[in-house]
C-alpha cells in the first residue's frame, strides 16, 4: 500500500454572514419527491390533496410557497405551479434541506494543493443570554467589526454563493455562505493530517483527521474521508509507485517504466553491490521514501514501501547476484547431484537475465582456494570421502 501523508494549516474567521445549513425537513423533501414521483408542476392543490388533505387548505398553499422561497422549487408568479429545481433534486439525494440563518458565524477553510481551496465548516456565534441582551450584543459586536476588523479573506469571498455547496468536514452536514461581510476578525488556527491511502488494486483514498478548535477549550474531531479531485482521477497506483520509487533510488523513472513494460509487473532495478544479504536472498527490500514534492500531490512527508521486488539491474549484477546466492545456499554437506539441482533453482529466480550459474567442479575448486571459509567444508569433507 502507498500510504503518504502531511499537514494541513486550517484558519478560521468570523465575520456576518447568512448561511444555509442542512436540517432535516422531512414535509418540504416530501413535497419534492412529489414533484418526481408525478413528473409534473406543482400547484397548492395538488400538495394539498396528495400530502395535507386532514389539514385546512392553506396548509398546501403555505408549505409550497416555503418550499420555493427554500429554492426547492421555481416559479414565474405566486400562485402558479411550482417547477422542482436542481437544487431540490440535490436536497432529496442527500435527505436534508438548506436553511439559511442570518447572524455572527465563523468559517473554517483551507487551500490545499490536493484538495484545493474550500470552507470545511459553518459553526454560528450565538451568545448566552435573554433575547435583547443577545441582540445588543450582536450589534456592538457588528458595528466594532465594521470599524476596526480585518477583511474579509478572499478565499472566503470566493466561496460565497448560492449553489456553491459545501461539506462540513466536523459535522458531515451540507452547507451554504449566500452572503458575507467585507470585514471580519481572525478566529483560532488549527492543523489537521491529510492522508492518501492507496491499497494495491484499489482506488486512491484520501481522508482528513485531528481536531479543530471550536471555542475556548472546546475541540471537535475531524475522521473524514474526501473526494478524489477530477484533476488526479486519471492517475494509476502504477504511476504513482514508480514516481516515488524512482524518487528515493535515483532510478530514472524512464527505467523504471520500461522495466515495468517489460516484466509486466513493479520491480525495482538494483546493481549487486551493497545490497543487504536481507534483499540478496528475498529479492524484495524497503524503501524508504524522502519528504518529497509531487507536481499534482503536493508536498508529503517521509514515507516507505514494504516488500518492494528488486532484480538485477544488468546481466553483470545478475551474474554476481546469482553467484552469491549459489555460495549462500551452501550450509550442509552436499554432493554434485545435490549442488545442481540447488543451482537449476537459483537460475529460475532469475526470469529476466541469463546468470551462467557454476558447475559442482568450479565450486569445488573455489572451496579449495578458500579453506578458511566456513562453507568450504561442506564440500571438501565430501569429496575427501571420494563422494564425489
Sequence with gaps: MIHLQRSIDVHSFNLEATVAVATERPEYLAVVQLAVDLQRPLDAR????ELFGALPDTVGRLVLDRCVLLGLFEREDRGKPAHLSEAGRAALERGDVLIAEEGLWRLYYLDDPLLGRRLIHAMP???EGTAQNVRDELKQKRRQVRSTGASTPALVREACGEGITWLSLIEGHAFEVHECADRGEEGPDDALRLHLQWPEDQAM????RGKVHLGDKQTAAVDQHVDVPEHIEEMTYDELWRVLVSFATNIPFDEMTTWRTHTGKRVLPQPFAGLPDTTLRTM??????????HPALG???ASKLDAVPVVPRGEGDAQQWAEWLEWDAVSAYAVPTALKARSAEIAARFPYHRPKLRTPEVLLKFATAHPTDSKSRYLLAPADLGLW
Excluded at 46 to 49: A, G
Excluded at 205 to 208: C, S, V
Aim: hydrophobic share 40%.
Design 46 to 49: 395538488i400538495v394539498h390533496r
Design 125 to 127: 456565534l450565538r451568545e
Design 205 to 208: 483514498q484520501l481522508a482528513l
Design 284 to 293: 524484495r527490500r524497503v524503501v524508504d521514501i524522502p519528504t518529497h514534492q
Design 299 to 301: 508536498t508529503f512527508e
